[in-house]
């Protein structure tokens, strides 16, 4: 909707997002196992796995067509500028000259074209889970959850505000040779739930007396929550 049509912003960079996008959304999927134990103990195992469809990514659409790169240096090769005296002399692509291999991209008109947050990625998710559970007897509680799992997908090594460094797609006409690890995959996680009642003090094990003696050791618990997991993936730049 430019004054100038088709002419806007010629010889600059261009930044869209396209009408035809889709909405992103996930499919999920789980199959589970329960096994009661004796003592009140419970084991739990289950694979989990989802898909994230059609995610948001960003792509640049100027890149030069792979048929093309086997030209080698004749892509440097300095030529006369067809658009030259159309294309502002203050862009980089408006002097008499450029290269050829410039005149072989998809828009040579433009310095590049950039799909803005377009529904490109995907990524994909499988899981082992175990969980082990005892409830409350004998002063002790604890519940463990294990999981071993793989993410991969297309687009967060590669994306800035992951915090990591953004060097965009390997090859834009093939983004599926970006898939790898996600920058957020954990392969191994380790969750413990536990409550103790230590067994000392009256009516206990240790120490079994009143008074004093009771008032300082009896009726304490020992609680908590441990995390062990392992670390992210290094980006190799």
Known sequence: NGAGGLLTNLGQSLNGIFRGDRTPYTAQWNFDLQYELPSGMLLDTAYAGNAGIKQLAQTQLNQLPDRDLALGDQLTQVVGNPFFGVIPATSSIGKATTTYGQLLRPFPQFTGVQQTWGSLA??????????????????????????????????????????????????????????????????????????YELPFGAGKRFLNAKGFLNAVAGGWNLNGITTIQSGLPIQVT
Do not use: C, M
């Not at 002790?140 to 959850?145: D, I, M």
């Open 122 to 195: 995907h990524s994909s998710y499988h899981s082992l889970q175990i969980k082990f559970g005892k409830r409350y007897t004998n002063g002790l509680q604890l519940l463990a959850a294990y999981t071993w799992s793989k993410l991969l997908d297309d687009y967060s090594s590669v994306a800035g505000f992951l915090g990591e460094v953004n060097p965009g797609y390997i090859d834009n006409n093939d983004r599926r040779t970006s898939k790898s690890l996600s920058a957020g995959d954990v392969a191994h996680r380790l969750v413990l739930n536990y409550e």
